[in-house]
């Protein structure tokens, strides 16, 4: 090659340069026929995702369904497409990621950390040949107790896959060890032939497992027994699923957000000084001309943002910028030329009680005349262990004569916490406290 770019006039120099280049491009080079055949593959697929979505995507969801990550991915281009992907729900649901409709997916339990195909394709087969399941009884003492055992059946509890009997999840589990031994103690009265207190026997495809009548009383319990706090309800959904899919941690914050964000991020537009509130989804880390930079996928629900932290803020907030935390970013907006996206730099970033006590006017707390004095004690204490702060507290009182709203003086200011307003909550309840913003 060198000899030959010589002899055509060529320099050593811009020899050597070219025959690098091709060097490096043959290491990944494309011929024609595996371009056409990558060309043809694409506009099959653009075709079919075109013409049959929910079909196409639950085909792409089941073949990525063992990598949490794209199937995070993949969950929300179905949002975006307009497709419903359904809760688990373990009477409708199977091993793979199934079509219910033009517009909804079924999820797939092989998506559900903690389950196995051998077991989901167990209580499929079961479904299909008995019926769906009745509850929680039901659905043990109808399969080898040794492939429903703890640890799938809490799988299913949290991720939702059993909502579909009536119960809490919370009650649920309560029960789920119950449900495990009656179980186990119906397969071995079937092993020998006999019935067992509860006058169960034969296969268990002929065997009746109504609730009143193997425990009704541990039944009535999960059935009255009240849900996980929505923060642990989606802690376990994230654990199992990968993502939350019954609600989003933000929520608990929507009366807060109008005060810590000029914008949501579906609203974010070209301009300066916009400050956002959101769950951080995703950060990762990466080398910049300055240094160390990172790009952190902020979640509000109503769209995700990449926002790029460069190396001299981002010393200043490295323990914020975490996974599942939620925090405020403050920024200048630009349009990315490349992705037609709006793109945003943080310049600052506060985790979220530093953005309630840097906002916050006041915080609010609503009595009635069935305020007992007990309760007036409790409230002292509890505002005096967080007296350490800058936000003024304000007392809206009202009775059957009228209502008024005072001021405490400056030696009742707070400094507001995630853990002071957790605790106000469940002495007063969540209507009863607020924090106000300018």
Known sequence: ??????????????????????EKFAGYGFNKSHSASYALIAYQTAWLKAHYPAAFMAAVLSSDMDSTDKVVRLIEECRNIGLEVARPNINSCNYRFTVADDATIYYGLGAVKGLGEAVIQVLADERATNGPYKDIFDLCCRNDSRKINKRALEALIKSGALDCFGASRRGLASIAARAIQIAEQQAKAAAVGQSDMFGLGGSSASVSTQPDQLDADAWQTALLTPEWPDKELLTWEKETLGLYLSGHPIDRYDAEIGGLATCRLAELKPGKQRRVIGLIAGVRMTKGRRGQMAIVTLDDKTARAEITIFSKVLETCLDRIVNDKVCVMIGDCTMDEYSGDVSMRADTVLGLDEARNQYASSLRLTM?????????????QMLSTYSVGNCPVSVEFSNECARARLRLADEWRVAISETMLEQLHAQFGEAAVAVEYH
């Open 368 to 380: 009635d005349s069935t305020f007992e004095n007990g309760k007036l004690e409790l409230l002292k």
């Open 1 to 22: 090659f060198m000899d030959c770019s010589s002899a055509n006039g060529t320099s050593i120099n811009r020899s050597d340069l070219e025959l690098d280049l091709m």
